[in-house]
């Protein structure tokens, strides 16, 4: 007994000596963060999201010309002048990207939030009062499923527009519209998602123990259950993001999305799809701005997914 005690206390002083407490666990969010520093993809998406944030608050206030700026040229090929060239009306192509970039990413962090906010919301309801509740939330979701999200989107988006068009004359901003139709039509995943995990949740001792205790059920659903699906919420934000991205170049593209004097990136791709022989720099610059910010986001998601996942084994716990 007396060598056991022995050699034990050599092998923690040898371990303090070290500078290893192992009496000391690590805390999640550490180790978390450790995982998604170690995927490189996601660092990169990272790096390339921010810059691109930068590019769309910080560009228009350095940049000499504004997007409004008109007979700088037409068709004019990139240069030192012009870096993305000049379009029909003479207008600089550069410009008009860094204000189509900080539009885009505007409405597609607004309706990841509206998004994620519905999605958790009825998620949780129907997770944790199963039973009729859950049968009418899961109806729904099935049924708003069933039908193509673009389609739903184009819908809302022509009778909203339209009705805005008669009642104000046109010409206001939209950009806000768009973002919130996106965020009402793509809710389903986050909500059968989040339901799942509430589901399961709803059954572990300290729920029980809350309810006990005399929680509320907003008070269990709030306080005790959703902190616990932090990881999938959070990743699934960030999948929302980049598809409202999409999304809304798409329904720009076809005259649906974004209007003046508002614009965005999917309605420059529109107004140029005519120019894709004659004067490609009209078209793949705001494309590949789409694609960048699509990539970026669905690599940090990516990064997150596998942080978050405690199968992962890039880090030990």
């Known amino acids: 007994m007396p060598d056991n005690t022995t050699t034990t206390t050599a092998g923690v002083s040898s371990d303090a000596a070290s500078g290893i407490d192992l009496a000391k666990p690590r805390k999640q969010w550490k180790v978390v963060m450790r995982r998604f520093f170690r995927h490189r993809a996601a660092i990169v998406g990272m790096v390339v999201f921010a810059l691109l944030v930068l590019f769309s608050v910080f560009g228009p206030m350095l940049w000499k010309y504004d997007a409004s700026d008109l007979n700088l040229g037409r068709y004019q090929a990139p240069s030192v002048d012009h870096p993305f060239g000049t379009g029909q009306i ?79 004359g046109g010409g206001s901003s939209n950009w806000l519209q768009v973002a919130i139709i996106l965020g009402l039509t793509n809710w389903m995943i986050t909500a059968r998602t989040v339901r799942g995990m509430v589901l399961s949740l709803r059954e572990k001792e300290f729920v029980e123990a809350a309810r006990a205790l005399g929680g509320g059920p907003g008070r269990v659903i709030f306080r005790h259950i959703l902190p616990n699906t932090m990881d999938v919420v959070i990743v699934n934000a960030t999948i929302a993001m980049a598809q409202a991205v999409l999304l809304e170049s798409a329904l720009s593209f076809v005259g649906l999305g974004v209007k003046y004097p508002d614009t965005s990136l999917g309605l420059l791709i529109s107004e140029n799809q005519n120019e894709l022989l004659v004067h490609p720099w009209l078209f793949y610059f705001p494309f590949i701005f789409i694609v960048l910010i699509s990539l970026s986001v669905n690599f940090v998601g990516d990064g997150l997914r596998d942080a978050f996942d405690p199968r992962q084994k890039r880090v030990r716990a």
């Open 90 to 168: 003479g207008d600089d192509v550069f410009a008009k990207v860094l204000s189509g970039t900080g539009f885009s990413m505007q409405i597609a962090l607004v309706a990841a939030l509206i998004n994620t906010a519905v999605g958790v919301v009825l998620g949780s309801i129907a997770g944790y009062y199963r039973g009729w509740v859950d049968s009418a939330v899961s109806r729904l979701t099935d049924l708003v499923l069933v039908i193509p999200t673009f389609l739903i989107a184009a819908v809302l988006s022509r009778s909203t527009f339209s009705t805005a068009e008669l009642s104000q």
